[in-house]
């Protein structure tokens, strides 16, 4: 079975695309454009600390 001429399978991973990038767009467009959140691209300096180091 084909649906616009594709099959089944290669239709849901075109949709699913679709889906991911719809809400990573309003993801940015939300939180970037309109709140005015920077985008912190920056690496952590330091290396996490180890799980009960500090207790």
């Avoid at 991911?20 to 952590?44: C, K, W």
Wanted: no cysteine.
């Amino acid at each position: 079975m084909s649906i616009l001429g594709m099959p089944t399978g290669m239709f849901l991973v075109f949709v699913a695309t679709l889906v991911a990038g719809s809400l990573g767009t309003a993801h940015y467009v939300i939180v970037h454009v309109i709140m005015g959140q920077p985008v912190d691209e920056t690496i952590r300096g330091e290396t996490p600390s180890e799980v009960g180091e500090n207790v």
